[in-house]
């Protein structure tokens, strides 16, 4: 665990490039796919690049739409648009990573976090080296066994190394297949009585050990609908709005983050685009801004 020793406003400067994955044939519930450009228009790299950083946009990856596809079977509808589109984005991820840049992609439902995941960990693989994962979010939709195999290997995490918080909406097939992954899980619960704070540290401290650092995969949800309504599956009894900044500032202070990720955006039902601001905000808590 690295202390932080930074003085106020002093963040050090990254070079970034912002990824958007407009997919939402991962859900029933559609218009996440307009989730990057809700995330661009609230300001996302004026904004980063006000911070200090230096930021590029690598636009889109290219996205079937349902409209042009025929459903598949009903639990995975349209597995094989969302792999092909999983590894040409994973394929990116190498490629930003390979020219010094942290990636930020925009989804997107949380299926682009199949090919993020797989592209983070194939980079750091071929220098030997393994990743951890921080899944933050309201569901336990961590395990899609069929987009497992994207660029042919795996795990891609170890068990040991990932990390579910936040977690309050969960079937029973879900709470087996989570007990049976190995994982760790900190639920909503858990952040209620042992504090954000602790629960941060100690899913950092896991995800950390023994790894190049790790991929932070942030699903809006995990929010409460009060601050961030426009998200794709809304549950009440979420993360309010400065546990969720002090979370993101804690993952800054610590500065093992290698990848980030926001998904689930959805302009259709949000108020306004707060929900995209908000995820702006959060964003620039995790690359370093502070209070003060
Ligand atoms: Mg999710």
Redesign the pocket.
């Known amino acids: 665990m690295t202390p932080t020793t930074a003085s106020f406003s002093s963040v050090i400067p990254k070079k970034i490039r912002v990824i958007g994955v407009p997919l939402d044939l991962g859900q029933s519930r559609r218009g996440v796919d307009m989730g990057p450009s809700a995330v661009r228009v609230a300001g996302l790299e004026a904004r980063l690049e006000a911070l200090g950083h230096m930021v590029e946009d690598g636009g889109n990856v290219s996205v079937a739409i349902a409209e042009q596809k025929k459903e598949g079977h009903p639990h995975a509808k349209y597995l094989k648009e969302i792999t092909a589109t999983c590894v040409k984005h994973a394929e990116l991820m190498i490629k930003t990573l390979e020219s010094g840049k942290v990636p930020i992609v925009l989804g997107g439902d949380?299926s682009v976090a199949a090919g993020t995941v797989a592209g983070v960990a194939e980079f750091y693989r071929r220098q030997n080296q393994k990743i951890g994962l921080i899944?933050i979010?309201?569901?336990s939709?961590i395990n899609t066994p069929e987009l497992a195999n994207i660029l042919n290997f795996s795990p891609k995490v170890s068990p040991e190394n990932c990390v579910l918080v936040g977690v309050r909406d969960i079937d029973a097939v879900e709470k087996e297949n989570v007990r049976q992954a190995g994982i760790e899980v900190f639920t909503m619960r858990d952040i209620d009585e042992r504090g954000m704070r602790t629960v941060m540290e100690e899913a950092l401290r896991m995800a950390g050990r023994g790894t190049a650092g790790y991929h932070i995969s942030l699903?809006m949800?995990w929010v409460d609908p009060e601050d961030a309504p426009g998200v794709?599956?809304p549950v009440r009894g979420g993360a309010t709005y400065r546990e969720a900044h002090l979370a993101m500032e804690i993952i800054a202070d610590h500065g093992r983050m290698l990848s980030f990720e926001i998904?689930?955006v959805n302009p259709v039902i949000d108020e306004h685009n707060r929900t995209a601001e908000l995820a702006v905000e959060l964003t620039l808590s995790a690359f370093g801004k502070k209070i003060l």
């Open positions: 949380h899944w979010d309201a569901h939709d699903d949800d794709g599956t998904v689930e």
